[in-house]
């Protein structure tokens, strides 16, 4: 991270990252994600715990589950 840090703008090679124009924001579509509502959820403690396990974001997790199986579902 020292050295990422310590790297100049120019020293940045941006060869393989395409330039943004004119046509690029005249195609962009602007998307909104859903937004979310805060409620209570119960969940078995074995399941709760496997998904903290996996480290920070398990609320994120939670709703990545549900949303791949209402994606599969609906």
Do not use: C, H
Not at 40 to 56: A, E, P, S, Y
Not at 61 to 71: K, P
């Amino acid at each position: 991270m020292k050295r990422i840090d310590a790297m100049q703008d120019e020293d940045i090679d941006y060869s393989d990252i395409p330039e943004i124009d004119a046509d690029f924001f005249r195609n962009a579509t602007v998307v909104t994600p859903p937004t979310k509502k805060q409620l209570t959820l119960r969940l078995d403690d074995d399941v709760l715990m496997w998904l903290k396990n996996q480290g920070k974001g398990y609320q994120s997790r939670i709703n990545a589950i549900l949303r791949a199986y209402y994606e599969a579902n609906r």
